[in-house]
């Protein structure tokens, strides 16, 4: 079992920036993937970074970047020049993709984009 704890989120004004935390605990030992994800209202959820045990990232946007402290078991989302566009709550995820495969799922923080 793995328990994701979300933070950071709030309200904040177009060209801000927020920095959201993923804490997890548990079986932590067991995941290669942290990603985090966003729904907005009436939409699909979307893929917004990801970041493996072995440090590599992946972003669908340029203006938010993951990283992760392992001594504090805590992956960040660092959103810089936020647009009304990208209000949405946003979830952690955590994956072991391959052998012994599991999903968990944080509960969400809301980010709110005031224009």
């Known amino acids: 079992q793995v328990q994701l704890v979300e933070s950071g989120g709030g309200l904040v004004q177009a060209g801000g920036s927020l920095r959201l935390s993923c804490a997890a605990s548990?079986?932590?030992?067991?995941?290669?993937?942290m990603g985090w994800y966003r729904q907005a209202p009436g939409k699909q959820r979307e893929l917004v970074a990801t970041?493996?045990?072995?440090g590599s990232t992946n972003s669908a946007d340029s203006r938010f970047t993951i990283s992760r402290d392992n001594a504090k078991n805590t992956v960040y989302l660092q959103m810089s020049s936020l647009k009304p566009e990208d209000t949405a709550v946003y979830y952690c995820r955590a994956q072991r993709i391959g052998a012994l495969y599991f999903d968990y799922w944080g509960q969400g923080t809301q980010v709110t984009v005031s224009s």
């Open positions: 548990g079986s932590i030992f067991s995941i290669n993937t």
């Open positions: 970041i493996t045990s072995s």
